[in-house]
């Protein structure tokens, strides 16, 4: 019914920048929030930022620190996450996800969608 597709992953130097796409597709997303999430060898699947449609109400992840901005282009069905001043422990894959709900959640269990996944490797 959803299916989301991330890309944009690849590899950096320590201090770069990358920005992530998740492209949305199958549904009208204006009653869900959209959310990334990361997942490094051997860890568990961590919170990064989350966006409503509705509203463009954002929420963030303790460790970013201002560096990760998350976005939405309501007309592309598209949803962004620009990542400046990189560091070696962002190293992760980045996963896009949805969730039929208005307001952000920084939990995995409010999002019933998910993409595959895009790879991001900072190098030091």
């Known amino acids: 019914q959803v299916q989301l597709v991330e890309s944009g992953g690849g590899l950096v130097q320590a201090g770069g920048s990358l920005r992530l796409s998740c492209a949305a597709s199958?549904?009208?997303?204006?009653?869900?929030?959209m959310g990334w999430f990361r997942r490094a060898p051997g860890k568990e699947r961590e919170f990064v930022a989350a966006?409503?449609?509705?509203?463009?109400?954002?929420d963030y992840g303790e460790f970013v620190k201002g560096r990760f901005t998350i976005s939405r282009d309501n007309a592309k069905n598209t949803v962004y996450l620009q990542m400046n001043s990189l560091k070696p422990e962002d190293t992760a894959v980045y996963y896009c996800?949805?969730?039929?709900?208005?307001?952000?959640?920084?939990?995995?269990?409010?999002?019933?969608?998910w993409g595959q996944g895009t790879q991001v490797t900072v190098s030091s």
């Open positions: 996800a949805a969730g039929l709900r208005l307001g952000v959640s920084r939990y995995e269990t409010s999002y019933a969608y």
């Open positions: 966006i409503t449609w509705r509203t463009s109400t954002t």
């Open positions: 199958g549904r009208t997303f204006s009653s869900y929030t």
